[in-house]
């Protein structure tokens, strides 16, 4: 396929110095950044800066988050590849795709809805089956197809929200989410058992917020 090697040097590099020297080490993870175009998921005026190490702009007041930052959430997901996985906070679509190679079947909720649209349009163009973008609010999550063998939250919530932690599989699910205010979130590994989570706090990290309900935006 063309897109595999398109850029690819690029993709060599920011695996390298931004990925493996901070310590991720998941090969599957590794591989499907090495493989997936970024570029494709940023918006044109920035396609040049599509694999520096920072955060970009995507529109709307949001961003794609830093590679490292993908690669690090992903890896504390510890997929084995046979997981349905929600998403909350498209963006860009980037890490859906990455979690449609990543794991058996991926959907995906964004609350914007020209994200949603502009997400779903490149998933697609990729050859994407197996990843699913749905309008809506993340807070509730998605109880028509629970539960979730993992989640992966995008935007920061200040609480769990408790619809996604009923939507996790009982023995053993896990969610990786950003939590708390603006300046003082902390990275968090939630994994359930029965009717217990157990918190992990991860590392300090900077997040867009997550917002209740649709936004108005078309
Ligand atoms: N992983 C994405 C991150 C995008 S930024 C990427 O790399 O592109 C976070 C996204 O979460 C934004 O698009 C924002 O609109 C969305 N978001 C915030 N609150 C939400 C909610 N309650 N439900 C669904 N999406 C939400």
Known sequence: MEYLENRKAERLEMVRRQITARGVRNRK????????????????????CAYDDCPLPIGFGQTISQPFMVAYMLEALSLSGAEKVLEVGTGSGYQTALLGMLASEVTSIE???????????????????????????????????APFDAI????????????????????????IMPMG??????????????????????????????????????
Do not use: W
């Open 181 to 218: 205010a603006f300046g003082a979130q902390s990275l968090v590994r939630i994994t359930r058992s029965g009717d217990d989570l157990m918190i992990e706090r991860l590392m300090d990290v900077a997040f867009v917020p997550m917002i209740q309900g649709l936004s108005d935006l078309e």
């Open 111 to 145: 609350r914007i809805t020209p994200l949603a649209v502009r997400a779903a349009r490149i998933l697609s163009s990729l050859g994407f089956e197996n990843a699913k973008i749905i309008v809506g609010d993340g807070f509730e999550g998605l109880s028509e197809i």
């Open 152 to 175: 992966i939250v995008s935007a920061a919530p200040t609480f769990i929200p408790p619809a996604l932690a009923e939507q996790l599989r009982e023995d053993g699910g896990c969610m």
């Open 29 to 48: 993870v590794l591989s499907a950044m090495r493989t997936l175009p970024r570029h494709y998921f940023v918006p044109e005026a920035y396609s040049e």
